[in-house]
Structures are given as structure tokens and as C-alpha cells.
């Protein structure tokens, strides 16, 4: 599984940014595709993540602001950040596991893309 991250960089904090996954390599079709965030030195969030038949699932402190999607049709899976605030800052990674409503392990990860919210 290839995962291939992109569409992160600056914007203005109260402004809004996708980024986008582009995944690959699935040999099953039942599989999720996650999102998650990092600063350096704090520990990995979760964000959100969604299932290969489209179920979504988002951490509770991540509801209202990002919303996850899918293409299949470009195997390409969206997180939609609005409202962006400074502390929003990070790398931000997709990551992919099989499995069913993605109770999965993420096994693979892609390179991340970084975010950076302005005040």
C-alpha cells in the first residue's frame, strides 16, 4: 500500500485547507484510511478516518471543524479543515489498515504534509 499525502501549507488562522491522500495498492476491499496530526514532541493525534465503504468516524475532539471524504474513483481520500487555528499546526499524516469500519491497525504510512495556521 502506497499513500502519497499532499495540499498541506500556510494559511491564515479562521481559513480553510484540504489536504489530500492518494492511496494505492489495496489487495483487499476491505480497508481504512485515517488521518492524523503531529507537532514535534507532542504525541501522534487522530483525526479522523474512513472506511473503504464509506463510514466515517472522527475523534470527539476533532468533530465539527475537519470532515473526511473519499474518490474512489481517484482512490484519493480528502480531510476538509475549516476554521483553522493556530495550534492546528502540524504535519499531517494519512495512514491505512485493513480491516472492517476501520477497527484497523494502521499498518501504512505516507510521508505527511505540513500545515502551518498563521495568527
Known amino acids: 500500500v502506497q499513500l502519497v499525502e499532499s495540499g498541506g501549507g500556510l494559511v491564515q488562522a479562521g481559513g480553510s485547507l484540504r489536504v489530500s491522500c492518494a492511496a494505492s495498492?489495496?489487495?483487499?476491499?476491505?480497508?481504512?484510511i485515517g488521518w492524523f496530526r503531529q507537532v514535534p514532541g507532542k504525541e501522534r493525534e487522530g483525526i479522523s478516518c474512513?472506511?473503504?465503504?464509506?463510514?466515517?468516524y472522527y475523534a470527539d475532539s476533532m468533530k465539527g471543524r475537519f470532515t473526511i471524504s473519499s474518490d474512489n474513483a481517484k482512490n484519493t481520500v480528502y480531510l476538509q479543515m475549516n476554521s483553522l487555528k493556530p495550534e492546528d499546526t502540524a504535519v499531517y499524516y494519512c495512514?491505512?489498515?485493513?480491516?472492517?469500519?476501520?477497527?484497523?491497525?494502521?499498518?501504512?504510512w505516507g510521508q505527511g504534509t505540513q500545515v502551518t495556521v498563521s495568527s
Open positions: 495512514a491505512a489498515g485493513y480491516g472492517l469500519a476501520c477497527n484497523i491497525d494502521y499498518d501504512y
Open positions: 495498492g489495496f489487495t483487499s476491499e476491505n480497508y481504512g
Open positions: 474512513i472506511s473503504s465503504d464509506g463510514r466515517s
